[in-house]
């Protein structure tokens, strides 16, 4: 199995005076499969066009097989590197198996037919991309994301050892985005092809690609594996967005979740004045944990209420939502709650003029939660969210049992479910 190494070399872009792309070097080998991401406007296209001999760089070199691409005949070009643009403009009424059959091209010579092995391939491409029932149709009546597989089985036909694609699931709905990205993946693999495609979708990005390109500003900002380019600084400093970065479950790829903005939580509209002048602020105190408070949390900031929580673990799921500036009591991970940070906690809770303990689990190592919130309801009103029984949540031999059924008993609010907390605060807070 041949491969081929692709290089760029300092390269540098620009439309007239205008420069676009500026110090961007990379190397890649046959089977790797690369995201180039970044906000709009950022050069991903124009990488793209650059390497596709679309847009000649005004500084560097484009290496494919050590041999400046730009040096080379268009035709031995091709032989390798297709294309699959963002936008495809087909003025004729090709039929699709046509349009496929273009791909083959490269591969021909100039005052020849295509043969029984260019249709076979060419057929081949279209069955990879479920495209081949639309062979005989004319490509000028078939969707946007019926045209862009058939553009991607064009380009597969080409048999590439360079795939370049700007943005290539961009027209596909998701099962079609799933199917030709695992097609691509799977294809870089075996067949040791390099594929460089621009994405949008950050999630999509870390699934498939081996490794990221971040741009901004026409340089490169970050590059290196999802883990490594996909942080939650990395998306601040280039995107100007807040996110939470996890691992996905089942891939265990990186898995980005966008935050709203915190100016941009109105507050509520029960703690203004008629004259627009706020009242004395209400605080909330949430004692809660993995991640049973997240939702509240969020909900009350937005309603205006200042919440706290506490004691949590930092690497607890509640414990991400410091990034709404939630004043939170924090402990070591896997650690029990220390004196000092019960003490901490019990300060949050003085401050407070209601409680809400969720429908957490308690073991040995978070008894003292239970313990501020008995303390707490001596001059507070508590409200319990239980969702399920305390026996089910109980793991410390039924020590947890007896102070949650003290609590019950001495007029702690239960409510079945979130949903409940707001209007009973709403009621306290008047």
Not at 58 to 63: D, E, K, Q, S, V
Request: glycine share 6%; hydrophobic share 40%.
């Amino acid at each position: 199995m041949t491969s081929v190494t692709l290089r760029i070399n300092n390269i540098a872009c620009r439309y007239e005076s205008t420069s676009v792309l500026e110090d961007i070097e990379l190397s890649a080998l046959g089977g790797d499969f690369i995201g180039v991401i970044g906000p709009n406007a950022s050069g991903k296209s124009t990488l793209i066009r650059s390497i596709s001999r679309t847009l000649r760089p005004y500084m560097g070199a484009i290496l494919l097989d050590e041999k400046d691409v730009y040096a080379l005949p268009s035709k031995e070009v091709a032989k390798k590197l297709a294309v699959v643009p963002q936008e495809s403009v087909i003025t004729f009424a090709f039929t699709a198996l046509e349009i496929v059959l273009m791909g083959r091209n490269p591969h021909i010579g100039r005052f020849d037919a295509e043969g029984a092995d260019d249709l076979a391939i060419a057929r081949k491409a279209m069955e990879l991309t479920n495209t081949w029932h639309l062979s005989e149709r004319p490509i000028n009546e078939l969707s946007g994301g019926e045209k862009q597989r058939v553009i991607i089985a064009r380009a597969l036909a080409q048999e590439p050892k360079v795939l370049l694609l700007d943005e290539p699931t961009d027209h596909l709905d998701i099962g079609h985005q799933i199917e030709i990205l695992d097609l691509i993946k799977r294809l870089s693999k075996e067949e040791s092809i390099i594929v460089i495609a621009v994405f949008h979708n950050l999630n999509l990005a870390s699934l498939y690609c081996d490794r990221l390109m971040l741009i901004h500003h026409g340089k490169i900002f970050s590059l290196g594996s999802p883990e490594n380019v996909l942080t939650a600084e990395n998306i601040k400093r280039v995107y100007g967005v807040e996110v939470l970065i996890k691992r996905q479950p089942v891939t265990n790829s990186i898995y980005v979740t966008l935050l709203p903005r915190r100016d941009s939580m109105p507050p509520s509209s029960d703690y203004l004045s008629n004259k627009g002048a706020p009242k004395r602020m209400f605080f909330v105190h949430i004692i809660c944990g993995a991640g049973t408070g997240s939702q509240l949390m969020h909900l009350l900031t937005e309603r205006g209420y200042k919440v706290t929580a506490g004691v949590l673990n930092a690497i607890d799921t509640d414990h991400e939502m410091n990034y709404l500036g939630i004043p939170i009591v924090s402990e070591a991970p896997f650690s029990s709650i220390s004196c000092e940070a019960h003490e901490a906690n019990l300060e949050l809770i003085d401050k407070a003029d209601v409680i809400v303990l969720t429908s957490i689990p308690f073991g040995y190592g978070n008894l003292k939660n239970l313990e501020a919130a008995e303390l707490a309801l001596e001059n507070k009103p508590v409200l319990l969210i239980e969702k399920e029984p305390i026996e089910k949540r109980d793991f410390t031999q039924g020590e947890a049992k007896k102070i949650y059924n003290r609590l019950k008993e001495n007029g702690a609010v239960v409510l079945q479910d979130t949903k409940e907390v707001l209007p009973i605060i709403e009621e306290i807070a008047r």
